[in-house]
């Protein structure tokens, strides 16, 4: 079995997925994870040259995270009686996705709360709040600093609070508080695409520890320095003319599952 790239991720974290054009697994397939400049390239090309609506791509990594979410955690498995989320979101899109994920999550017939303590005065990212208000997802005013009473009410912490887009020296209050929080809850955490406080790609920085990593569309470079139980990929739709340009190796997924656990 040989690894291609073994020596560029030397100490972290490698993962793939075996070659199934083949009866028998002849090689192992790396991921090819992103940059950030890779990441924000390929976006900007989906919205410029494909077309993609902003409001249509956070549409599609909310609802695929949503199905990530019920993948790892079906609503059978949760430890509470009554299936409460609680979905941490930043006022940028990591937090829209959040949103969306919420949304989506209730009609799953989950009980999510959102903690959105900074709200983004963005006329997109106020129309996903509104969904949300109107589908009776509740809003807390504010993050309890006892963590055990997080602990006591929700089964899972779903965090989108900054993302790719921010840099981890940037980390001001609320989020640094938030995180801080967060750092100590002791039911499972997820995180989406990049956990908050972890630098893009060199990974965490004094940032938290997920058990759970949901990367949109395709992982990020700090995704090789994840150390938790489950990662996935969420967001089956990259044009393949985009995955080939940025050589992303993307796994192949199961029937038309929209996600793919790594």
């Not at 291609?4 to 075996?18: L, M, S, T, V």
């Not at 090819?32 to 494909?50: F, G, H, N, Q, T």
């Not at 990212?125 to 509104?130: I, M």
């Not at 993050?143 to 887009?165: F, R, S």
Request: aromatic share 10%; proline share 7%; net charge neutral.
């Amino acid at each position: 079995v040989s690894l291609i790239q073994k020596n560029k991720f030397k100490n972290q974290k490698c993962w793939g997925f075996a070659n199934r054009e083949s009866t028998l697994v002849t090689a192992f397939v790396p991921l090819s994870p992103c940059s950030r400049a890779e990441a924000e390239a390929i976006e900007k090309e989906l919205v410029e040259d494909y077309k993609f609506g902003r409001q249509q791509l956070i549409e599609i990594w909310g609802h695929a995270c949503a199905m990530a979410v019920t993948k790892v955690f079906p609503l059978a498995s949760m430890a509470k009686k009554q299936p409460t989320l609680l979905v941490v979101c930043g006022p940028d899109q990591n937090g829209a996705i959040g949103l969306v994920c919420a949304r989506h999550l209730r009609i799953f017939e989950y009980e999510p709360t959102i903690f959105y303590p900074k709200r983004s005065p963005n006329s997109l990212y106020r129309d996903f709040t509104t969904q949300c208000e109107k589908m009776d997802i509740p809003f807390l005013s504010y993050l309890p600093t006892e963590v055990q009473l997080i602990n006591d009410a929700y089964n899972v912490v779903i965090e989108a609070m900054l993302g790719k887009d921010a840099e981890p020296g940037e980390l001001k209050d609320p989020y640094a508080g938030i995180l801080g929080t967060l750092k100590q809850i002791r039911i499972p955490l997820i995180s989406l695409d990049v956990p908050s406080g972890w630098d893009v790609e060199m990974g965490n920085n004094e940032g938290i520890s997920p058990n759970v990593l949901i990367s949109l569309a395709a992982p990020k470079q700090c995704a090789t320095r994840f150390l938790g139980k489950h990662h996935l990929v969420a967001g089956r739709f990259l044009p393949y003319d985009v995955q080939k340009k940025y050589d992303l190796n993307l796994p192949e997924y199961p029937g038309t599952d929209c996600v793919v656990s790594l």
